[in-house]
């Protein structure tokens, strides 16, 4: 999560420009090495890979509890809704009253872009959460066929698109792509990775990321693994695989790391406030470089030698601002006691609301309608899903 903080933090540059006014850029990818970079600092597959092994672990929890598929999708979503809502609330009001004060509207356009950027993963993790009871099952009865079912769908959808030119029908793979580098966390919750010698580990780790040159350098797919995000290919699906076995490789040292008191307690502060850091982080970041704006001689021009050296300083204000925030609106990450689920058809609607906000956002960027609309769809969808249904009979 810090490692994301600090990529959006080099990607955003706002400072003066040649002509003497603002210009927005993003130094980060302007370096030669970047798309190298990508290769190692594209750690959203392992995200997926870490959330399939929690959902395997939470559904089966659940289920043993007796709870419902339909149960389980409804917390989840909630768990993702309504720590959304009051951002899509913010984004409203801020953009609202930008249009109103007619400032820099090219400015304010790509600041919203930045800021709305990281809701694909809403979309992608919503729909994981939504096929976790379904496809733990089929994990459970066929795992090997499952997972060649969903590969032969990531290549399929690759294949169409990259054959007709239509980038639009790449987004399928928002399903497909993220379901299999979740499923890869079943297999890690079932210690698949476990009965795997070291030198084995390291050696698949290795082949897929030998894999990677083929298939950017003679195949379709860019060498920068961020290109390949929104609609997500298949490399993301190799790096999934690599970034499983590394991360086994490394649970000595790591859980060596966690006996530390001082990295429980980071662990601690910022798990608890996960989806909040995720949400706000963007805007953070473009406040805190707002504000130095307003300060003669503290904002370089973006890329320059003093622009990086700025960037330790800026860090450390935007994850204080973070900390800051986070006492306000970390509570709505906390979903607390809920009465019986609704109905599977109200869950299903409350899903959908939460769902094509975010959704709407990775494909037409943020905008007002879209901001004050989302605010509406995900307060419904909170509202819908916090409704109590009838006590289920025994």
């Known amino acids: 999560m810090l490692l994301v903080v600090l ?19 993003r ?82 356009s790509a600041a919203a872009l930045g800021a709305g950027s990281p809701l694909w993963f809403l979309a992608a993790y919503l729909l994981c959460q939504a096929a976790t009871p379904w496809l733990l099952a089929f994990h459970g009865r066929m ?30 793979n928002l399903v497909f792509v993220w379901l299999l580098v979740h499923q890869l966390g079943f297999w890690y919750a079932d210690g698949w990775f476990d009965r795997r010698h070291p030198l084995t580990l390291l ?23 961020l290109a390949g995000l929104n609609p997500p290919t ?32 980071i662990v601690f502060v910022v798990g608890s406030r996960l989806m909040t850091v995720y949400l706000w982080h963007l805007p953070v970041i473009l406040l805190v470089t707002g504000l130095t704006l307003l300060v ?30 986070s006492l306000l609106v970390a509570r709505w990450e906390a979903v607390g006691d809920l009465a019986p689920a609704p109905r599977a058809a109200i869950v299903a609607v409350g899903f959908a609301l939460a769902f094509l906000p975010a959704f709407a956002v990775m494909r037409l960027g943020l905008s007002l309608p879209l901001a004050v609309g989302g605010a509406i769809a995900l307060a419904l969808a909170v509202w819908l899903l916090r409704r109590g249904g009838a006590p289920a009979r025994r």
């Open 27 to 108: 130094p980060l990818e302007q370096q030669p090495w970047f798309a190298a970079a990508t290769w190692a600092g594209q750690i959203m597959p392992l995200f997926f890979v870490v959330g399939g092994f929690a959902s395997a672990a939470g559904w089966r929890s659940w289920a043993r509890k007796g709870g419902t598929a339909s149960g389980y999708v409804r917390l989840r979503t909630l768990r993702l809704a309504q720590p959304t809502l009051p951002l899509f609330v913010f984004f409203a009001i801020v953009l609202g009253a930008a249009t109103l004060l007619a400032l820099a509207p090219a400015l304010v």
């Open 296 to 325: 003669p001689g503290a904002a370089p021009v973006p890329a320059s030698a003093a622009w990086w050296w700025s960037r330790p300083v800026v860090l450390v204000a935007v994850l204080a601002l973070l900390y800051a925030l």
């Open 203 to 225: 050696g698949i780790a290795a082949a897929c990321y030998l894999s990677l040159w083929p298939l950017t350098s003679i195949g379709p797919y860019s060498d920068n693994m």
């Open 234 to 265: 298949l490399p993301l699906v190799v790096l999934g695989l690599a970034q499983a076995c590394l991360l086994r490789l490394a649970r000595t040292p790591l859980s060596r790391l966690m006996q530390t008191r001082v990295m429980r307690a």
């Open 143 to 172: 795992p090997r066929l499952t997972v060649a079912v969903l590969l032969v769908g990531v290549v399929i959808v690759d294949a169409a698109r990259f054959s007709s030119g239509a980038t639009d029908v790449g987004l399928v």
């Open 7 to 25: 990529i959006h933090l080099l990607q955003t540059g706002v400072g003066p420009g040649p002509d003497g006014g603002l210009t927005a850029s």
